[in-house]
């Protein structure tokens, strides 16, 4: 197998800011893998919080892709990848994700078989994706939520922890009473105290709020799961929940865990999750990073087995570079096509 690289630039529609960051755009570095002239796709993309550059993607993606050569096919690869296999020491989860999307795209395209069908889904997954509203003005975000209501859209995930959580609140306030059907997640992403947490969620209970995600700063567990025990709202473990291990420590404790590709390390790290939480009481959260859609196609794939979607992040962007995962209407649906199903669309420069 010979892989390839090519960076391009993703442009954010409007900044996303959210309690530690405010971003307007992130490279993405798409990795190309070919094997008897069959080609399939993976894509990673930058992250300050993961520290991932873009030349430390590109130098670990092209190790990545050079260490396939010791694979004699995209077949054999992915059994060593569902046997647990390691992607190699010091392999980011993002890297090991990318690879394992491009090999399941070039293992689908070669039996002809789109990924669901692969990982053992007779029909294309279907699954309502909440869309992120920011931190940004009560008016602002009132009009955002008026707008993806019009579109179709039944859940709305509400950024959180600003200095002052009043602000938070009259957000949530003014987005409940713009789209008064629509489900609505929070995501503070850390920001609050324990104290603030159990002074807040009663009130963004009463505000229709349906779940919490990572109310907490990450990295005590346990605070995470007796907050959980008495919040009035599922609590879900995001920066918490990184890995098996992350979750095993969770499970049963929490009301849900956000399983990102790029953060636990692809498609059969997603499901050794799954597996682990089922009967649990523990859910299954799907959610992505901002990036385009042949990113979001792996965790489409999978969308049936989620309880939670949050699958928007091709979504964010002004100009999607690839397409065949949906969305606009605030559902996203894989296909029938062969692979992950996706088509790159339009015309991009790399960057410098």
């Known amino acids: 197998m010979k892989a390839s690289l090519r960076t391009v630039r993703l442009e954010l529609t409007e900044p996303l800011r959210i309690s530690r960051s405010t971003m307007t755009a992130r490279d993405a570095v798409w990795l190309t893998v070919e094997h008897d002239g069959v080609t399939g796709h993976g894509e990673a993309v930058t992250s300050v919080y993961y520290g991932l550059d873009t030349k430390a993607l590109e130098r670990l993606l092209a190790a990545a892709g050079a260490s396939l050569s010791r694979f004699r096919d995209p077949e054999s690869a992915l059994e060593a990848r569902r ?111 324990v104290a603030q947490a159990h002074a807040l969620l009663p009130r963004f209970a009463d505000l229709g709020v349906a779940a919490v995600e990572q109310p907490i700063a990450p990295g005590d567990p346990e605070a995470l799961g007796a907050l ?38 692809g498609v059969y790290a997603a499901l050794r999750i799954a597996e682990l939480i089922d009967g649990s009481g523990t859910e299954l959260m799907l959610g992505c990073l901002t990036a385009s859609s042949l990113g979001l196609a792996p965790a489409v794939h999978l969308a049936d087995r989620a309880r939670w979607a949050d699958l928007d992040g091709h979504l964010l962007l002004a100009h999607d570079p690839w397409t065949g995962i949906g969305g606009k209407d605030g559902v996203v649906r894989a296909n029938g096509r062969p692979g992950l199903g996706v088509q790159e669309v339009g015309v991009y420069e790399d960057v410098a």
């Open 228 to 265: 959980a025990e008495r919040s009035p709202l599922p609590v879900i473990a995001d920066e918490d929940a990184v890995d098996l291990a992350d979750v095993r420590r969770l499970a049963g404790r929490v009301q849900g865990v956000n399983v990102k590709l790029a953060k636990c390390g």
């Open 83 to 193: 046997a647990g296999e390691s992607a190699g020491r010091g392999t980011p989860p993002a890297v090991a994700a990318a690879v394992e999307a491009a090999l399941l795209d070039l293992a689908g395209k070669r039996a002809d078989l789109p990924v669901h069908r692969l990982l053992g889904a007779a029909a294309p997954p279907v699954a309502a994706t909440a869309r992120t509203i920011g931190i940004t003005s009560p008016a602002h975000a009132a009009a955002q939520a008026r707008c993806l209501t019009a579109s179709g859209f039944e859940v709305i995930k509400v950024k959180a922890g600003t200095p002052d959580p009043e602000d938070d609140v009259e957000r949530v306030r003014v987005i409940h009473d713009a789209a008064p059907r629509a489900r609505l997640l929070l995501d503070p992403n850390g920001a609050w105290t």
